[in-house]
């Protein structure tokens, strides 16, 4: 086996593509006590409760390719670049989405192309951005009769507005390689807050009635 072929094979040895190496999810409930000052105030702020749930989450890997197709069979996934000694693989600045890009200079993708063989990154080394998310919900249960009942609740999804990021570009062909160019819950298929993580602040009101 030649040296190349070795390199090759132990590179690909490495994270996948949905490796989380640190995630929390925690959520809490807590019903605000009725004042037993009069009646009056019993009904006026009686039966609220609060409902929170919060979502962290490290960066999952970020697959770095030539974004070519080096074996003529349409797949340009797979083939890596060579590491640029000395040359740091991330920049930082205000202006990048996220506060960071991949640095396009640390990346060769031409030698080990010319070269026929697999680049000297390894598999999943460079990672994306993370998950930071908090909702909150308020509600209150109206007793209508004694076996009905109308519940409001007001749902605010992604509480503070921060933002989350999906995965930066990892084709060196792309020319927006190494930037994040949409929000998490667009890169993870666009849905609305109340239903996947990552978007912005959003509110929704509910009245449910109960018999």
């Known amino acids: 086996m030649s040296r190349s072929s070795r390199l090759g094979a132990a590179s690909d040895i490495g994270s996948s593509s949905f490796d989380f190496r640190h995630t929390f999810t925690g959520s809490a409930s807590y019903e605000i006590p009725v004042p037993k000052v009069s009646r009056l105030a019993r009904a006026v702020v009686g039966g609220f409760a609060f409902d929170s749930a919060v979502r962290l989450r490290t960066a999952s890997p970020v697959g770095i390719v030539n974004g070519r197709d080096p074996l003529g ?4 996934n797979v083939a890596r670049p060579d590491v640029v000694p000395g040359v740091p693989l991330y920049l ?3 202006a990048f989405a996220g506060g960071k890009r991949f640095n396009s200079a640390a990346f060769d993708g031409a030698t080990p192309l010319a070269q026929a063989r ?6 999943g080394v460079l990672r994306g951005f ?3 998310q908090v909702d909150l919900a308020l509600r209150r249960r109206f007793r209508i009769t004694k ?3 109308l519940d409001f609740r007001a749902d605010a999804f992604s ?5 989350n990021f999906a995965n930066s570009i990892g084709a060196l062909t792309d020319t927006n ?3 994040s160019t949409q929000i998490l819950s667009t890169g993870l298929g666009g849905l609305n ?19």
Do not use: I
Not at 73 to 76: D, I, N, P, R
């Open 73 to 76: 069979l349409g797949l340009t």
């Open 92 to 94: 930082h600045s205000d």
């Open 118 to 123: 697999q680049g000297t990154l390894g598999r």
């Open 130 to 132: 993370g998950l930071q």
């Open 147 to 149: 076996e009905s009942n």
């Open 159 to 163: 509480l503070f507005n921060t933002p």
């Open 177 to 179: 390689f190494g930037r």
């Open 193 to 211: 807050p109340p239903f996947q993580v990552g978007g912005p602040r959003s509110l929704q009101l509910a009245l449910k009635v109960q018999f």
